[in-house]
């Protein structure tokens, strides 16, 4: 099993920044995918970004490209997602997935409120 525990979120002022923790735990070997994902209110379910692990590359929202970065420790076990210049319409709740074997994995979510 694969378990996954998000922080970071919170409260923000547009155009700040926050960066999210995905903390991932149990089996972890031949986790090949790595993404973070949203969920606004009344919408459906979004990717944020993604890291393909062979090979790196990365992959972002069209929403967010310039402004998130997506990136991983692996001494640590652990994905960030660094939101920068932040907008209402970033706000939503943000979840980490990881996939092992074809398996998605997902923690139970971050809270990101961007408000003046």
């Known amino acids: 099993q694969v378990q996954l525990v998000e922080s970071g979120g919170g409260l923000v002022q547009p155009g700040g920044s926050l960066r999210l923790s995905c903390a991932v735990s149990?089996?972890?070997?031949?986790?090949?995918?790595m993404g973070w994902y949203r969920q606004a209110p009344g919408k459906e379910r979004e990717l944020v970004a993604n890291?393909?692990?062979?090979?790196?590359?990365?992959n972002y929202a069209d929403s967010v490209k310039g402004r998130f970065t997506i990136s991983r420790d692996n001494a640590k076990n652990t994905v960030y997602l660094q939101m920068n210049s932040l907008k209402p319409e970033d706000t939503a709740v943000y979840y980490c997935k990881v996939v092992r074997y074809a398996i998605n994995y997902w923690g139970k979510g971050t809270l990101v409120t961007v408000s003046s």
């Open positions: 890291i393909i692990i062979s090979g790196g590359s990365t």
């Open positions: 149990g089996i972890i070997n031949s986790i090949n995918y």
